[in-house]
């Protein structure tokens, strides 16, 4: 019913820049917020950022702060993460998802749909 497609993902050296996309699918995208995790190696799924249906509040990981925005542009279906200021601990597997009605933003218990994931590398 509703599918996630990311891209933009790469590898680029510290202190470079990447922007991820996420394409959705399916009825309403602007009645849902979206968010972004990622996955290091070895770790854990971690909340990286997350935006409100219409764009107006933004929510970011400590670690993200600064260097890190989410956008979205509701007429395209699709939000977006522009990261710079990039380090090595920024490397994982990052993917976006659909947040339900229930949770926090920071939990991914409270997101229903996902997207495949797409890899970001980042060199010394």
């Known amino acids: 019913q509703v599918q996630l497609e990311e891209s933009g993902g790469g590898l680029v050296q510290a202190g470079g820049s990447l922007r991820l996309s996420c394409a959705a699918s399916?009825?309403?995208?602007?009645?849902?917020?979206l968010g972004w995790f990622r996955r290091a190696p070895g770790k854990e799924r971690e909340f990286v950022s997350a935006?409100?249906?219409?764009?107006?509040?933004?929510y970011y990981t400590n670690s993200v702060k600064g260097r890190f925005t989410i956008s979205r542009d509701n007429a395209k279906n699709t939000v977006y993460l522009q990261m710079s200021s990039l380090k090595p601990e920024d490397t994982g597997v990052y993917y976006c998802?659909?947040?339900?009605?229930?949770?926090?933003?920071?939990?991914?218990?409270?997101?229903?749909?996902w997207g495949q994931g797409t890899q970001v590398t980042v060199s010394s």
């Open positions: 998802a659909r947040k339900n009605f229930l949770g926090a933003y920071n939990d991914p218990r409270g997101y229903d749909y």
């Open positions: 399916g009825r309403a995208f602007s009645n849902y917020d």
């Open positions: 935006i409100s249906s219409s764009g107006g509040s933004t």
